[in-house]
């Protein structure tokens, strides 16, 4: 019987899923001068409409846009800032730690994916970023003085999916469109989707949810814990249950990362799984 590890992943979205709200709104909007975030993403949504637009692009120009106005150079190390300043929910800092030793017990190496619409920049500024095997997320290009001049990347909730793939085949990059539309055998792959999990909140990550659930991998869904209602639709608990019920989720928890807690528990038990399916495959 091989004694080598097997890789696992867990891929997550970052806003909603690892974080409360949408990172921006956490020091740069306010930074911009604007008091209500809802104004901010009205307007990029009334921005992309009009010039019929995705609408990643949309609120990425306008981050500019706004810094712009207000006499504020967007450099790299200011996203780096403004990413330490983001909030986790419940448990998120100590997690990827613990679930790796739970996960190495069990024979398992597992790997730690961000797969977000969100800025690269800010997720490398947090505490977290080390814990990180890559981060697929949005991003911006630099001119000589280090200020960001354009979108480099632009993920949205449909794109996502690719990352998947990526990480599938054992691409760490978002550049390399020969490799990750290469054939590639099966058995082949880096990490075969039967050992990849991902965590995401909301309607933009089904995509990512479908894809992995189809291909035999573990989808959940998390929300935030101790939520009502919100203005509209249901309790972030009954959305999520939604997406069970649509078959676009296995699972569905609370957004609370502590040991004991269901999604602790959740994750344990895939684990445990995958350490079994991963001994018959070893014996047969």
Same mark, same amino acid.
């Given at each position: @019987?091989? =004694? +080598?590890?097997?890789?696992?992943? %867990? &891929? ?5 899923? /690892?974080?409360? !709200? ?40 306008? @981050?500019? =846009? +706004?810094?712009?106005?207000?006499? %504020? &150079? ?5 996203? /780096?800032?403004? !990413? ?201």
């Amino acid at each position: @019987m091989s =004694k +080598k590890k097997k890789l696992m992943a %867990i &891929a997550y979205d970052f806003d909603g899923t /690892l974080a409360p !709200g949408n990172m921006p709104e956490h020091s740069f909007i306010p930074e911009v001068g604007i008091k209500k975030p809802r104004r901010f993403w009205d307007e990029a949504k009334a921005y992309a409409s009009k010039n019929d637009m995705d609408e990643i692009l949309s609120y990425m120009h306008l @981050m500019l =846009k +706004k810094a712009d106005q207000n006499e %504020i &150079a967007v450099k790299k190390e200011s996203f /780096l800032q403004h !990413g330490k300043r983001i909030p986790f929910f419940n448990g998120v800092r100590g997690w990827f730690s613990r679930i790796n030793k739970y996960a190495s017990s069990k024979g398992i190496r597992l790997e730690h994916y961000i797969i977000s619409s969100g800025l690269r920049e800010m997720i490398e500024g947090t505490s977290i970023s080390k814990k990180i095997e890559y981060i697929f997320a949005s991003g911006f290009m630099y001119n000589q003085n280090n200020v960001a001049v354009w979108p480099a990347l632009a993920i949205n909730y449909t794109t996502k999916t690719q990352y998947l793939f990526r990480i599938n085949k054992g691409i760490k990059n978002s550049h390399d469109n020969g490799k990750i539309n290469k054939y590639m055998p099966l058995d082949r792959r880096r990490i075969p989707f039967s050992r990849i999990v991902y965590i995401g909140d909301g309607e933009t990550d089904i995509p990512c949810m479908k894809l992995v659930k189809q291909q035999g991998g573990y989808a959940v869904a998390v929300y935030k814990p101790n939520v009502r209602k919100v203005k509209k639709g249901g309790s972030p608990k009954t959305k999520a249950l939604k997406l069970i019920e649509q078959e676009r989720a296995d699972y569905a928890v609370p957004a609370d990362y502590f040991t004991g807690k269901p999604l602790d528990k959740l994750i344990k038990a895939i684990i445990d799984k995958v350490a079994a399916n991963s001994r018959l495959e070893d014996v047969f």
